[in-house]
C-alpha cells in the first residue's frame, strides 16, 4: 500500500523533483571547484611564505617564534599536498641555527 502511494507522488512529482535534482548537483558542482581554489591558492600562500623565510634567515638563523611559525606553514602545507621542493627547503631550514 505504501509503496504505491511512493510510486503515485513519484509520477505526480518528477518535474520539479528532477529540476531540483539537477540544480542539487549544479550547485555541488560550483562548490567543488571553489573548495578545490581555495586549497590550491592557500597552499601557493603557504609555499610563498615558508620561501621567504627561508630565503631571509638562511644567512643568520632563525628565532624560535620564526621557526615555530614556518612549522606551522608546513604542517598545513603538508596536509594539502606537499611536493618534493618544499621538502627540500623544510629541510634546509630546520637545519638552521637557532639564534636569541
Given at each position: 500500500m505504501i509503496?504505491?502511494?511512493v510510486v503515485e507522488f513519484l509520477q505526480k512529482n518528477w518535474t520539479w523533483m528532477s529540476g531540483a535534482l539537477a540544480?542539487?548537483?549544479s550547485v555541488v558542482s560550483v562548490v567543488?571547484?571553489?573548495i578545490k581554489a581555495l586549497e590550491k591558492g592557500?597552499?601557493?600562500?603557504?609555499?610563498a611564505?615558508?620561501?621567504?623565510y627561508y630565503q631571509q634567515y638562511r644567512d643568520k638563523g632563525v628565532t624560535m617564534?620564526?621557526?615555530q611559525s614556518f612549522?606551522?606553514?608546513w604542517t598545513w602545507y603538508e596536509k594539502l599536498g606537499k611536493n618534493g621542493m618544499m621538502q627540500d627547503?623544510?629541510?634546509k631550514f630546520m637545519r638552521l641555527d637557532i639564534t636569541e
Open positions: 509503496f504505491m502511494e540544480l542539487i548537483i567543488v571547484v571553489k592557500v597552499q601557493a600562500l603557504l609555499r611564505q615558508m620561501i621567504t617564534d620564526v621557526r612549522e606551522n606553514c627547503i623544510h629541510n
